[in-house]
């Protein structure tokens, strides 16, 4: 071993550099399993059980994993099926159907999907399934004629579950959980899905069919916890090709998450969410920093990375607004503070501004009425304003309610940045009376 | 339509009159019937024809000479036969006993079969009456019964039916026409009729086993036979009249050749005869047009075949034999293969032609032998993809041919004159040359055999030089080669011009596959899927708790249905009952999910099933559909026909021959009981499909009983329209959810004494479900999760701790766990909610407002406030959850959210914290 290191250990940085990349991008990419589920060993133990139980004796089960976003509700489940299908009797046996409530739209798509992954088009040879009913009756008659010792099972894989209650009557949902209640080919139903209430939207009949397995994968991550995390995340394996590389790059890593500032940052994203889809994106601005000139992630890359990911969109937009069309925000929300959050028109917009230069005396923003129209229009176009609820098209677009969409935070920050913003428009944005 | 059905008549009714009847009282009686396609062999291919032929047409329905007896008992006077006659037609029809007849039934395109047994009238004198024995059509047999007879059913068979349960007098006057029944042996393949008035009787069927048909029950009268004359006016026309019989056929078609076509089975053996003398009057004009039309005829079956034949027909005659098609096929096979594989001459059949040059009267066996040989040879050369589907492919056509020819033994004269004919046509060699070389072509055969070593080239050369010659060769021998002339035929065409030879060559490998086509396919359609098996064999519980597990699986079929015995009474007195009186009825089932019913009335008809076959009621037909598990409320009859007769419709098409089948009287029907379940999905705005299940119990001859299962009590009154309420009647029947004492009954009887349970755990289980939902369903996953956890923790007995888990599991709200988890945003979004919501005094807000409040938190807490972007996110994800309930998320800052909590939750949750 020291020997490859130390053979290894001349590989040129930019080799190292790339290696890096590749490794923890495929990391923050999702595209490789992590070598052990974490925090979730309870459930993975359960559901790993629960689908060996299918593959091996034929038991029909049906479970949902509930989640928030990115709680690694795929993760598990791909994670117990590598695990089983590294036992050949469960490999040779265990037949898989992955659905997905984005994908499958309506059963019809579905069943059309269900045929085709379980490859029973082949054995109806030339035949062309011509209707939903005919196909529905086609798999049921395939499920039924099953049993329980001696077809093979299958796992239903319902991913955005959730999605399939809202199809027409849950036909699917009902006759999928009928199958896995009755004897016929045994089957494992598995749905995935964010909704806590997801119990609430299956129809009486489905719900009593369904087992009630629920499990919930709800993190109780610390911020230490949060901290090692980010650690292994970033560190390289040990069989990375430059030991000498490796090292180096595990100590800065290690050094980045003892740093206060750095540590700061990171505490701010735990705090506003623990979840590891939005850490991936931070961690990726860093990575993709990283190059031969800065071997290393250091705490501003992690303090820049950061910056980028809180920006406000709506406040950057701003930015890119004419002096006019920020005066004409500006009006609004001196509106929305006298009216309180009451819509208005251009009319009165038009107004405020004209009261404003009116104090001014100053006819540098003295616009015709037309030019004034149109900003409001870009405006409405980068949905900046909308039209209020039930303004219909008929009035004149001068008199059409409007609602600012925008916060007033927002507003005061944009101006803050805003290049060459004249005091004066700074100044009536303060206080109406400026 | 009539017009041209009586011109037709009239064209073709000739031979069949029968003149000066005798008319006795009672006098002609007339009734107005359908008459039904027949199905001519033109007809049943032509969809079109279907549509000309339903007329509307008075039979008269008269007895012929005086009654041979009078039965002073009942008063019923009995008649050797009696005549059909249409009105305005001069044509008639005899009846007598013996003969085997068609009945009008609710299936006009499928009549019922049976045979006359006895004719006779009523005291009155009036009604006609027949005692019949009934044969029962395939579709006639419910499709689960059809695979007991471990084989695809030929269409034109029929079983001698020997079943009790139906009536063997019908009125004379449903009769239609006769037709012709032969018994086979139960080995004998169905020999190819096109002609769809001939059935054939293999097996009995007395509605539970297919039996072997003692033919002496068939045989020994058969006056119907056209060589036993019974009464001298029948028997001249007893082959036309037959199956043309009673009526105008309304076809449209007065094509000589169809008409002959049309002609019942004695006729057939006359056909190809007849056939050849018409093609033969075309040889002068080509013969290859001839050879195909001949081609045609033979393979009318499988029009995938003609196709190819008449493409590759070459341009020579051929024996004009009934094993022509034989000879074809495998002329094909042959040609197919060699094409395929670039040429390897057929030896092995060659050789024991050219060796043994058969006598007619020796055919037979040889034919035998040489059948399965050219196959194999052929086979040896098959890419292995045709290697599957050609044996099958061929098989029908073969033993077809093979029967032929036994039928047709009597005259080959005529097919040798035909022979010679063509062959004037046709390119002559002399003889002699050509048994000269015989020898030296065996010889070169036998060295291929033993080195099959030589090129392309060779193997071609090889191949024309024989059969130039062969050709030639005398007639017998030609006629047991036809085969290999065909064979022959096509590489000589080959060799004539370069052209053709390649097109035969890229035709030829795609053809032989196809020629299965039709078969392949068929097959398929009957065959439902399946899940493929398991690799390996399932293992079986090992321990008490798996055991327990597998017994407490809903799957499990318990051996008794505890706690529903009252229901389970009722139900099976009501269909005993109905089935017995051969009435119909309405019964109406409801009760919450889980509490038994689908299960119960199962349990029910598995007992009335039973009971049925050990002949303590009658037999019925149980069918089960299930609103669920349709697409559309109209798919229900759709999938009741196919359950009921195995026939595919339109649901549209399905529903008016349903209501035919319940409608009309038939004189043999067994009860059919309707399982709907989940009926209030059957519901549709116009609620037809409702109306029509509960209204053909309704009807006299229906005998329908339809249970109807739902979870309402009240849907009746509920959804559904007073003629449908009115018509499901006020038979119902309410399932109970299970109190906790069931529950506690239902597990231990699933245990069945096996001790994985403690009492009191089991106790908590049943109490805690009644008082939820009682849902059996769910009492049964508790104590399944509970004995997982259970042995997780390697306990012995499942225990109260266990119970617990499982219960806490299954039913504990994940809200409070959910906010305990949410981050530190998050949980501050929620307690701004509740603080905007205090001060606004409504259970709703804007995002903004909701902002601010959170900003502010933000500052209480010393954390950073956060933007209007970030703020977003939180809110959303608290929304994916549904621990809020937002608007969509288009109206930004503007968008209203809700808790879709209690507020104590949240604040519960988070305090605890």
Partial sequence: ?434 | MVKMAEQLHDSEGKGSLVQGESRFPPGPSRRTVLIFPLRFRAASRTDRMKYFTRLRVKRIYEWRGAPIGFNRKLKTSEYGSLSIRVEGLPQTTVISAGQHILIEGDDDNNPYVARVLRLFADESGVQKKAVVQWFVRVSEVPPSKLQLLGRVPHPQEVFLYEGRSCEDEVNAESVLRPVQVRHLDVAAPFPVSEDGDTFYVKLSWDSRTFRPVDPSLLDAPRPSHPSIPLSPPRSPPAAAPGPRGPAPRGLPAPDPAVMRGATATPASSRKPSAEAESLHSLTKLSASKCLSAKRRSATQRTPGVRKKLQLSSPDEPAALRDDVLQQLLEAELEAGARSATAASPSLPPRITHSLTPLRRTSRKPGRRDDVPLTPRSARRRESQSEMDSLPAGDDPSRTSSRRKEVQTGTEPVLEVLDEEEEENGALRVSRRKSALKVSSRIRKQLNLLDGRLSSDEDEEEEEFVPSRKELQSSDEEEDDEGEEEDEELAAKKSRRSSSSHTKQKTRTPRKTPRKAGPITPRRHRHATPSIPNRAQPARRPGNILEEARARLHVSAVPESLPCREQEFQDIYSFVESKVLDGTGGCMYVSGVPGTGKTATVQEVMRCLQHAAEQDEIPPFVFIQINGMKMTDPHQAYAQILQKLTGQKATADHAAALLEKRFSNPAPRKETTVLLVDELDLLWTRKQNVMYNLFDWPTRRHARLVVLAIANTMDLPERILINRVASRLGLTRMSFQPYSFKQLQQIVTSRLNKLKAFEDDALQLVSRKVAALSGDARRCLDICRRATEICERSAAGLVGMSHVMQALDEMFSSPYVAAIRSASTQEQLFLRAVIAEFRRLGLEEATFQQVLVQHQALCRVEGLQPVGVSEGLAVCRRLGACRLLLLEPSRLGVLQRLWLNVSQDDVLFALKAD
């Avoid at chain 1, 004796?57 to 989640?67: A, D, F, K, P, R």
């Avoid at chain 1, 005919?134 to 010792?149: I, P, Q, V, Y």
């Avoid at chain 1, 009557?169 to 139903?189: E, H, I, K, M, R």
């Fill in chain 1, 1 to 434: 071993m020291s020997k490859r290191k130390a053979k290894d250990a001349h590989l040129p940085i930019g080799e190292c550099i790339s290696q890096v990349h590749q490794i923890l991008r495929k990391r923050f990419c999702h595209q490789q399993l992590p070598v052990k589920p974490e925090g979730v060993e309870a459930q993975h133990k359960h559901l790993a059980e629960l689908l060996k139980r299918t593959a091996v004796h034929g038991e029909s089960n049906s479970v949902l994993i509930v989640g928030p976003r990115g709680a690694g509700k795929t993760m598990l489940l791909r994670s117990v099926l590598r695990e089983l299908s590294q036992e050949t009797e469960v490999q040779k046996n265990l037949l898989q159907v992955h659905l997905n409530g984005l994908l499958q739209t309506d059963d019809r798509i579905a069943l059309k999907e269900i045929t085709r992954q379980l490859q029973l088009e082949n054995v109806v040879g030339d035949k062309v399934f011509g209707s939903f009913a005919e196909n529905l009756t086609f798999l049921l008659d395939a499920l039924k004629k099953g049993d329980r010792s001696s077809s093979r099972p299958v796992l239903f894989v319902l991913d955005e579950f959730d999605l399939f209650a809202q199809h027409k009557n849950q036909t699917l949902l009902y006759n999928l959980f009928d199958v896995s209640q009755s004897a016929q080919a045994p089957v494992a139903v598995v749905g995935l899905t964010c909704r806590l209430d997801v119990l609430e939207l299956l129809e009486k009949r489905v719900k009593s069919r369904f087992s009630h397995r629920q499990m919930y994968l709800l993190s109780k991550l610390t911020f230490p916890q949060y901290l090692e995390r980010i650690r292994d995340q970033l560190s390289l394996p040990d069989d990375f090709p430059d030991g000498k590389f490796a090292q180096e790059w595990n100590a800065a890593v290690t050094t980045l998450c003892e740093d206060k500032s750095a540590e700061e940052v990171l505490q701010r994203h735990f705090n506003s969410s623990t979840d590891f889809r939005s850490l991936h994106t931070l961690l990726m601005l860093c990575l993709s920093r990283v190059s031969v000139a800065r071997p290393s992630i250091t705490p501003t890359d992690l303090l820049d990375a950061s910056r980028f990911c809180l920006a406000d969109a709506n406040a950057n937009m701003l930015h890119g607004l004419s002096i006019l069309e920020l005066c004409l925000i500006i009006a609004m929300k001196h509106l929305n503070d006298v009216y309180e959050g009451e819509p208005f028109n251009l009319q009165m917009v038009h107004n405020e501004f004209k009261k404003f230069l009116q104090r001014k005396s100053n006819s540098m923003y003295n616009f015709e009425q037309p030019i004034i129209m149109k900003a409001f229009e870009h405006l409405q176009q980068l949905e900046l304003i909308r039209p209020a609820d039930g303004a219909s098209a008929k009035t004149q677009r001068e008199f059409q309610l409007m609602r600012l969409m925008l916060d007033h935070s927002q507003i005061m920050e944009a101006l803050q940045k805003y290049p060459q913003c004249p005091t004066d428009v700074k100044q009536w944005a303060t206080s109406a009376f400026a």
